[in-house]
């Protein structure tokens, strides 16, 4: 099976994302489905912990294709996401041939070489490692500059680069591209208009109860019911940070490594540095709902109410 025709349908990509422990609901396994036939890079972009940059990894899990991630930075620029040549090497090497007495244009050949330039993921995407074409991750594109984002979309545009020295490369085959972005600031549309988009939403009460039965099939239901319910509680309040599916995950795991088998009181209070992680948030929770009696049953109350 090559990549290209690696799904056949929505309901596929379904499949295969779950038995790959990822649970999809059927907005995203559509876009996936659509990125992929439709050869057009993904764009993914939700609060932190939803998910976004797992997709791409199970993406390249799932193709058995090379996955290349670009982290993006404020200050990034094109040299480091790109290619860069290798100086020290190039100095070295001018010191050898100078030995040797060849002149200087043969020396400017040599050392403007394949063998001189270091390949940062974009141009590693771009001339692909194998047959098979790799998966682009270029995670949290919001953090990087507005310049970075002016050369992504070139890039993006036609999988083809000039290098001066060496002439223009292009894709064989483009590779799967998947954008993500926490909205710390809006990325520009024309960006986004090259993609698919699809905003993440925090789960639902379902589908996070998917999430932590099928991450931890050790689980008691009724705990995994209680913590979905809780979750989903949690994040109908402002606090600094929401907490995202990582923290429901941290959380379920360290309950089952208590031995718990059912939330209470107590062990929430315990265990809350798993689910919040600043110290206004945490104090916010225990004074402004933990406190309060009606408000911590209805954190509580969950399997009930849902199961
Ligand atoms: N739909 C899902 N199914 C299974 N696990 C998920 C799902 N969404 C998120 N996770 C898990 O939650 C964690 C956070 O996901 P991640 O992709 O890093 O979030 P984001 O990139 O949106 O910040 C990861 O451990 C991931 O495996
Ligand atoms: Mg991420």
Redesign the pocket.
Known sequence: MTSETYFSSIEQVEEELAKA????DRALATVIFLAHRLQKPLFLE??????????GIIMAKLSGAELIRLQCYEGLDASTALYEWNYPKQLLHIRLEEQERRGKEEIERRIYGPEFLIKRPLLEAILGSNDRPPVLLI?EVDRSDEEFEAFLLEVLSDFQITIPEIGTMKAKKRPMVVV?S?RTRDVHDALKRRCLYHW?EY?SFE?EYR?VT??LPRIEEHLAKQVAHFMREIRTVDFLKKP???ET?DWANALITMEKRQLDERVVRETLGCILKYQDDIKRFTEEIWANGGRRAEFLQGAEKNG
């Open positions: 422990h990822y649970i999809a939700g609060e932190p912990g939803v998910g976004k940059t797992e997709v995670d993500t926490n993440i789960p589908k999430i099928t991450r995202g599916i990582s995950l």
